[in-house]
């Protein structure tokens, strides 16, 4: 019995993630997944005027 041949999964963009959370102080980091690949790297920075 023959085994499907699987896609290679592409690597995850770690270093753009890291840095995305490293760049802001107080906000949120989203990551927007199509098809189980990362897409898109979002980052909302919230300031806090105390």
């Not at 896609?7 to 927007?32: D, N, Y």
């Amino acid at each position: 019995m023959e085994s499907k041949p699987t896609k290679p999964e592409p690597p995850l963009p770690l270093p753009e993630i890291e840095a995305a959370i490293r760049s802001i102080r107080h906000g949120v980091v989203q990551i927007i997944i199509q098809d189980g690949v990362v897409v898109q790297i979002d980052k909302t920075e919230k300031q806090r005027l105390r």
